[in-house]
């Protein structure tokens, strides 16, 4: 038994669609499905809240991207492409529970297990709002052509 | 002795708060000893007030990422149960294999990467993965196979997509379940090795005892050891099954000024759910091997250990991993049949309960005429849980007041990640500073 999908290029699209501007990850990966016909050699991923999980979805592909609400100290809407390596987490866990994630964390255990990709790219785009909420803020759903020929343009 | 202690674990996110531990003893007396739940306002209700039937499922499997297909399961009995809908024998065993991947997934997240760090005393996982390596690969092998189980059945790893009113979106083959059958007996020795290596080290498990309630699912017919069908039963009430829909008259939720969480209670002031809770009610119908683990770490029914509950859990490994066996030749023999879910709307009212792998779930939903929601209501396990933790906390810190400040901390940060928490379940952004 394996994993159904398993292309060498992976967008991962993260976030929870409960709370506004914190599911933009899993509205880009949407808008990205549809384009799914245009980039056959990429798996697109809604991976929603998954937290530990991601370390599978990542494993021993080439190149993962992935995209999630991010704070930044940014204008809200701003979105930035970085690295790991370019950030520090300073969120913090009080490791009582698994319920509570840390993507930078889940990075650093797939490169101790050998198993990350050579290239991992975030796209973190600056929230406006965190409030219960289905919909993206005015801010972020105006942008989102934008962010999503970032990462098209990313994945060339 | 410790004349003095000062301890207060506090973790604040930007969205929902985690579970605070505060500890205050002068000159050996315990002034303040609480586990504190900031909890945001819940938004449940207005989060599926107005949808269709349809969609409840998809909304609330966005609620927890480690839960989904759990909260998906509840919230879809509760919708079958309001419009009368009927499930098919075959749709329900597919349900249940399901159920059981998320079962997998969660339970070796939390002995693996939550508990395991506690027993081999590491920080976190991160550095077990340099100082126990070949353990922390077999329990990443076990978790990613539980992934692509739950992928297979529920259409995603997380946030399941197949289950609808009625039944599902697919079936899976008949080779794609042959070759889960196969992937599973495969994971037997694997489930051995990681029960190996936790016993290895179980003399770090605290041996401290608190009798409790302990309240879970139970069915009786066929008698089974349930996550998924049944009524609401408890060590306190002398075998007696309580039917889903009168759920309220078991969760007795009730307000306390230490937290915002509620707490909640039963036949005393709190009870445990769980799988210590489903194992002390239900363990003598456990499968062969779950049984044979269960010897292996001196885990009985009767248990009132809250640190075994990570041991419960792992028992609880073998038992899906064998029972799912069983349910696939079961599905094979009887010969795969493509059926359609079908409903249609209809004012009515229906509770759904299943175990969540962290205790028993609630769900309560409520339509009009046009299949539209016009009230919600749910009750997550974690907070079944809290009153009970507090209660542990004040027996066991007079027993280990003569330990130094850290193992007492410890202690009681051991056993909160003990009873597996959902908490600041949806707070997942990333929260970052450039450095480069």
């Known amino acids: ?156 | 002795m410790n004349n003095n202690i000062d301890i207060n674990v506090h973790h604040i996110t930007r969205v929902e708060g985690h579970g605070n531990i505060v500890v205050n003893v002068t000159e050996g007396r315990i002034e303040k000893l609480q586990w504190q739940v900031p909890e945001a306002p819940r938004f449940f209700e207005a989060m599926v007030r107005g949808h269709n039937y349809q969609d409840i499922q998809l909304i609330v499997s966005r609620i927890c990422g480690i839960c989904s297909i759990t909260h998906s399961l509840a919230a879809i009995k509760a919708v079958e149960s309001a419009l009368g809908l009927k499930v098919s024998e075959q749709a329900d065993k597919i349900r249940i294999l399901m159920h059981y991947s998320e079962q997998l997934q969660s339970q070796t997240l939390h002995v693996g990467y939550l508990a395991a760090p506690d027993f081999f005393d590491a920080p976190s996982v991160v550095p077990l993965v340099a100082r126990a390596a070949d353990i922390v690969k077999t329990i990443v092998k076990v978790h990613r196979i539980a992934n692509a189980w739950s992928d297979l059945i529920a259409g995603r790893t997380t946030h399941p997509v197949t289950i609808v009113p009625g039944g599902l979106t697919r079936v899976p083959t008949e080779k794609q379940l042959r070759q889960l059958q196969q992937t599973l007996k495969d994971t037997i020795p694997d489930l051995k090795k990681i029960a190996e290596a936790v016993l290895s080290v179980a003399g770090n498990i605290p041996k401290f005892e608190r009798p409790t309630e302990y309240v879970s699912l139970k069915q009786t017919s066929p008698p089974t050891y349930t996550f998924y069908h049944g009524g609401i039963t408890s060590t306190d009430s002398k075998g007696a099954v309580v039917p889903i829909e009168k759920w309220h008259d078991v969760a007795n939720e009730y307000i306390v000024e230490q937290s915002t969480a509620k707490w909640a209670k039963w036949h005393r002031d709190t009870y445990a759910v769980g799988a210590l809770a489903r194992f002390n009610n239900n363990a003598e119908l456990l499968g062969p091997m779950a049984k044979d683990a269960a010897k292996t770490f001196g885990l009985q029914k009767g248990c009132c250990n809250p640190y075994m509950n990570t041991i419960a859990q792992l028992v609880e490994c073998f038992h899906v991993v064998e029972t799912s066996i069983a349910i696939i030749d079961q599905l094979l023999t009887k010969g795969l049949k493509d059926e359609k879910a079908t409903s249609a709307p209809r004012a009515g009212k229906g509770a759904g309960c299943v175990e969540a792998p962290r205790g028993i779930l609630f769900h309560e939903y409520e339509f009009d005429k046009k299949g539209n929601c016009v009230a919600a209501d749910m009750c997550i396990p974690t907070n079944q849980n809290h009153a009970n933790i507090q209660k542990d906390f004040e027996k066991l810190l007079p027993e280990i007041l003569g330990q130094g400040q850290n193992d007492i901390r410890l202690k009681l940060e051991m056993l909160v990640r003990a009873y597996d928490p959902c908490i600041s379940c949806s707070a997942h952004f990333l929260d970052v500073k450039f450095v480069r």
């Open chain 1, 1 to 156: 038994m394996e994993q159904t999908r398993k292309r060498n290029v992976v967008v991962i699209g993260l976030g929870n669609v409960l709370l506004s501007d914190e599911g933009i990850g899993v509205h880009i990966i949407g808008r990205l499905l549809s384009q799914q016909k245009k980039h056959p050699l990429v798996d697109f991923l809604d991976a929603g809240t998954a937290g530990f999980s991601l370390l599978h979805l990542i494993a021993n592909r080439k190149k993962a991207i992935i995209i999630d609400c991010a704070k930044m100290g940014v204008r809200p809407g701003t979105i930035r492409r970085f690295t790991a390596d370019d950030v520090q987490s300073v969120k913090r866990l009080s490791h009582y529970s698994m319920h509570e994630a840390d993507v930078l964390r889940v990075i650093s255990v797939s490169r101790q297990l050998g198993e990350c990709p050579d290239e991992v790219v975030f796209f973190g785009v600056e929230p406006e709002s965190l409030e219960a909420g289905q919909n993206l803020t005015k801010t972020l759903s105006d942008k989102i052509d934008s962010y999503i020929a970032d990462i098209c343009k990313e994945l060339g």
